[in-house]
T-cell receptor, first 115, second 116 residues
């Protein structure tokens, strides 16, 4: 079974600084997708960024970028120029290619932005 | 603006009562998921449907939980009887699976259930 591990229950960063959230996963599959979801206090699960395992190039979305290390099964999220609105729970998630499109989530990292 | 709609947003009920949570998937989506979020277990899949047929409900306690899709615009999750350990946030998500691929799942805002 696939597992996703986020080893940082909480992180904090000064506004405008850069922060990196860590995620590792375990799978025997070769084709899969990795995600970072943001959950603000409103509870809405918001997709931040997606990475296809077959792509070597790291995904970026504006201030959000990932460092995908397939051999190490590592998938970290970097948030640049942190803003107060970035404060939320962040979940790393895995989905295998084909079959069920279900997501396997990590335990989450609570990110605090200090003004 | 297409979205997944869940009702109620919050529900407080007494132990032993029946609870029904509803989800309206995005129009045209053919796949619906139910996830449960707790502090201890995190986010876990309870069940999912494709074209209204249940494909996997292995994550769901069978004795008290049931999930159905009466039609393509409505998914329900029922708990009967409810217990305090069922207190959690229940998320519905929907997506579209075609022969060409898959849209990533869109989540509703969840139903926060408190069983006292």
């Amino acid at each position: 079974a696939q597992t996703v591990t986020q080893s940082q229950p909480e992180m904090s960063v000064q506004e405008a600084e850069t922060v990196t959230l860590s995620c590792t996963y375990d799978t025997s599959e070769s084709d899969y997708y990795l995600f970072w979801y943001k959950q603000p206090p409103s509870r809405q699960m918001i997709l931040v960024i997606r990475q296809e395992a077959y792509k070597q190039q790291n995904a970026t979305e504006n201030r959000f970028s990932v460092n995908f290390q397939k051999a190490a099964k590592s998938f970290s999220l970097k948030i640049s120029d942190s803003q107060l609105g970035d404060a939320a729970m962040y979940f790393c998630a895995y989905r295998r290619e084909g079959g069920a499109q279900k997501l396997v989530f990590g335990q989450g990292t609570r990110l605090t932005i200090n003004p | 603006d297409a979205r997944v709609t869940q009702t109620p947003r919050d529900k407080v009920t007494e132990m032993g009562q029946e609870v029904t949570m509803r989800c309206q998937p995005i129009l045209g989506h053919n796949t619906v998921f139910w996830y449960r979020q707790t502090m201890m277990q995190g986010l876990e899949l309870l069940a999912y449907f494709r074209n209204r047929a249940p494909l996997d409900d292995s994550g769901m306690p069978k004795d008290r939980f049931s999930a159905e899709m009466p039609d393509a615009t409505l998914a329900t999750l029922k708990i009967q009887p409810s217990e305090p350990r069922d207190s959690a946030v229940y998320f519905c998500a929907s997506g579209l699976k075609t022969t060409g691929g898959w849209t990533e799942a869109f989540f509703g805002q969840g139903t926060r259930l408190t069983v006292v």
